[in-house]
Each structure stands twice: as structure tokens, then as C-alpha cells.
């Protein structure tokens, strides 16, 4: 809509544009208030009212009703069933698609590990599990300066059970696909440390899913100790992982716990770039 201004003598009035919408914060408060909507809906992960949707997003009914109306007229939302519940739209899942046909996980990944490894010092690795074989196998890395440092080389394998990274796997196996493998692959003894049985890797297992981080204690390689941390896709599903290893001299007991958080954040950020989880 446009309003006149007075013209001068001898010219004929011109318009001006209509007033941008408010914006707050930098932010276009209808735009911001759609996007929200859009996130409400994919988290019911089915279908959802339009008077929950509004009391979730602090809006009236009417207001809802409206930005609701223009991402369906757009294909990002639609109604369904008798009661009219709102789900997301084909169009949701073009846009989406395209962010997953874009992403690089070398490029999303390597600052990262540029930052983890001058906050923790050591050596980090980016593996991801392999299926064919279930192993782990490393595809980037950045080495600390230290004189003696972890070094493996990329494409190198590990192994499920006696790494930080396969372990970080295997911690999201079910029970039964967990002794399926270890039927399949058995348990190699690398160290006097490596889990050897069943029993005592699943109670480690079990650990791990609590505290959020695996540990390889020498379980690998004597002197050498690892923390590692899974990345998730977006089903949910942990396919590669984020490790911290170093000497056993400078990875001590009381510095696990600190690089156990720091690989969980790391982890935490690369899944949020990656998979939007």
C-alpha cells in the first residue's frame, strides 16, 4: 500500500514505498514466528493442533492461524485428517533435501578438530564407521606439536572394541546386534588391557552411553590412551566420531574427564552443522 506526498507545483504527487515490516532484534517478526512454527511442527514428528502450536509459541490463535495459512499456500505445511491438524509439506522436505545434497562433512568437521586440538592439546581424529567390516576407519586428522604424539595414518582401521571411536560405535548397537559381531569379528587381544569378554565390554559399553564419551584405556596400544565422541546423521544414527589421543603420560586420570567434555562438544557442534539434530 502507498500514500501520497504533496506534490510541488508542476509536478504530479509521487508514492512512497509502505513501511518495512517491524523488525527486532534485526529480524523480521513474522518471518522469525513462521520459522518457529516450522520447528514446533517437526518436533510433534506427526501432526499437532493449531491451539497447541500457538500456546507453544507464545502467539494468539489468530495470529497461528494466519502464518500458518501462508507456509501452506507456499507447500512448507498442511492440514490433515477431519480435525485439521497441522504436519510439515513436500516442499519442507525439497528444501531440507538440498541441504543434505550440499553438505560436506570434511569441510564441516576440520575446524573443529583445528579447535579441539589447541584446547586439549593432543592429537584428534575424525573416523567413521565402516559397515562392511564394521570398523572404524580415520579419514581426517590434525596432530598437536608435541614431540611425542599419536600418529596414524588416514584410512587407517580401528577396531570396534579396543578403540575410542569403535567403542563410541558400538555403545548405540543394540544388545543383540552387539553379540551378532562379536560372533562375527571376535575379540582380539591388541594389550593386556583389551576387553576380552562379552560381559566386561558390554559394562563398558554401558558407561559410555552414561557419561557420553568412550575411553580406550591402552586398550589399543600400551602407552596410549583416547576419548572419543559420536556424530550423529539426521535419523539420529551415530556414523562417524570425534577422538582425542595421547600418552598416557599427559592423557592422565584427572585429564580424561575434561577432554571427555570437550569431545562431547565438539561432537555436539559437528552433528548441529551436519545433520541439524
Not at 38 to 60: D, H, K, Y
Not at 220 to 226: D, K, N, P
Not at 244 to 249: E, H, N, Q
Request: some cysteine; hydrophobic content about 40%.
Amino acid at each position: 500500500m502507498t500514500t501520497p506526498v504533496p506534490a510541488k507545483r508542476g509536478k504530479k504527487p509521487r508514492a512512497t514505498p509502505a513501511a518495512a515490516p517491524a523488525a527486532v532484534g534485526g529480524q523480521v517478526q513474522s518471518l522469525t514466528r513462521g520459522l518457529r512454527l516450522l520447528e514446533l511442527i517437526a518436533e510433534s514428528q506427526g501432526s499437532v493442533a493449531l491451539t497447541e502450536l500457538a500456546q507453544q509459541a507464545g502467539l494468539p490463535n489468530s495470529t497461528t492461524h494466519r502464518l500458518l495459512t501462508t507456509l501452506q499456500q507456499q507447500g512448507f505445511v498442511q492440514q490433515t485428517g477431519e480435525l485439521g491438524f497441522w504436519t510439515m509439506g513436500a516442499h519442507a522436505f525439497v528444501v531440507g533435501s538440498s541441504f543434505l545434497q550440499s553438505r560436506n562433512l570434511l569441510a564441516i568437521v576440520h575446524p573443529v578438530l583445528r579447535e579441539l586440538m589447541m584446547e586439549a592439546g593432543e592429537t584428534v581424529n575424525l573416523a567413521v564407521l565402516d559397515l562392511s567390516d564394521y570398523q572404524a576407519v580415520i579419514i581426517d586428522q590434525v596432530q598437536c606439536t608435541q614431540l611425542m604424539r599419536m600418529s596414524a595414518p588416514i584410512g587407517g582401521k580401528l577396531p570396534m572394541h579396543a578403540s575410542g571411536a569403535g567403542k563410541a560405535f558400538l555403545a548405540h548397537l543394540s544388545d543383540t546386534q552387539i553379540t551378532a559381531l562379536l560372533h562375527q569379528k571376535g575379540l582380539h587381544c591388541y594389550t593386556p588391557k583389551t576387553l576380552m569378554s562379552p560381559h566386561s565390554l558390554k559394562e563398558n559399553l554401558a558407561l559410555i552411553r552414561k557419561t557420553g564419551y568412550s575411553h580406550d584405556d591402552e586398550e589399543h596400544a600400551l602407552g596410549l590412551r583416547c576419548v572419543a565422541a559420536p556424530i550423529y546423521d539426521e535419523h539420529g544414527e551415530p556414523f562417524a566420531a570425534i577422538s582425542i589421543s595421547g600418552p598416557l603420560a599427559r592423557m592422565t586420570d584427572d585429564r580424561i574427564t575434561e577432554l571427555g567434555a570437550l569431545v562431547i562438544r565438539a561432537a555436539r557442534r559437528v552433528t548441529q552443522a551436519y545433520s541439524g539434530r
